[in-house]
């Protein structure tokens, strides 16, 4: 087959689970028992060099039955189109992927179907970027300004950012990039880790993970909170002993709180100096996450990994409403969009630090953070990605962190794809993990 007549011929899902929920790996004050899931997708062409594009979206066990089902839902917009023409513009599939009228209804542009349109869309930058043999950071770094700024949909954000205005922050991004870029591949983007601080795990486990994470290299640390004022207190005390004054400590309430509670709450652990609270209460309130950042300061206020699209992201930033903008690279409509929300983030002067963790998020977003770091904001200064220490063996170009940083990825596309052992052992219910755990009644995922 001929490059320029190469079609896609398949869109393949897989449910594939992790029983994660049995070491209480990833337990927070609203996720007691996850077993963290990814809806994976595979994009299959008739082309001659046998590349695929490789997407997913990080769900939590029983979760994945839907999401999987919604990305099944948009196969009829990918089969049968010309691999050049959507690789050369995967704007165009983003758009008509969110522009699906009768699929619309369930959002629109939020929700299932809208991480369902994220899985497909970033399965395609995948196969773009592995067919321009370019890690994906390195594809976007080295795009025509003009080129990314048509991958964006400005809909409903021009009152914030226009297309002019964007060009002009990309354009100017571009100055110093080859510099940045070999300081990125020398050095790699700095990290923080959540491992230390599941709420599932002992103050002995704790105090060994935090200052293991200071002996790797790392200059923060992220615990969870929120469940229990008491054991708060307590557990922020012993990582701040653990870790000393030098380090940074966030807390992360996982949407918990209403307004007046996350004001209590993370006053009563500012003795600790934590750093931002994250998700203190719902993600759709803009207004509520203004109130509380007017309260807490100088405690930061973070979110971003439940936030919907660009929309909310926009409102965010206009109300003043937080001081960390955390994107998600398989929340919101992929790619595309979540060039929408750096550019935003550009333009309000918001640092961006991503969140990741689940199934594979530190893969694919570290891609994000190094393409605004080489071509659009030009720093890491109070930037991090999140990093957590689970699941990356199932992936075939896993994150490499060295002293607190993450690598540049030097292998073409967006890091998105699975083992195929991983995929055999753990899908869902017929993987050879689960089929033999269900075979013993214990079905946790069920
Ligand atoms: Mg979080």
Redesign the pocket.
Known sequence: MSPTSARVIAVDTYDVRFPTSRDLDGSDAMNPDPDYSAAYVVLRTDADDGLEGHGFTFTIGRGNDVQVAAIESLRHHVIGRSVEELCADPGTLNRDLIGDSQLRWLGPEKGVMHMAIGAVVNALWDLAAKRARKPLWRFLADAEPRWLVAQVDFRYIADAITPEEALELLRSGRHGAAERESLLREHGYPGYTTSPGWLGYSDEKLTRLARQAVADGFTQIKLKVGADLADDVRRCRTARQAIGPGIRMAI?A?QRWNIGEAVQWTRALAEFDPYWV??PTSPDDVLGHAAIREAVAPVKVATG?HVQNRIVFKQLLQAGAIDVLQIDAARVGGVNENLAILLLAAKFGIPVCP?AGGVGLCELVQHLSMFDYVALTGTTENRVIEYVDHLHDHFVDPVVLRDGHYLAPTAPGFSAAMRAESLAEYTYPGGAFWAADLAQGKGAAA
């Open positions: 992360d996982n994250e998700e990994e969140h």
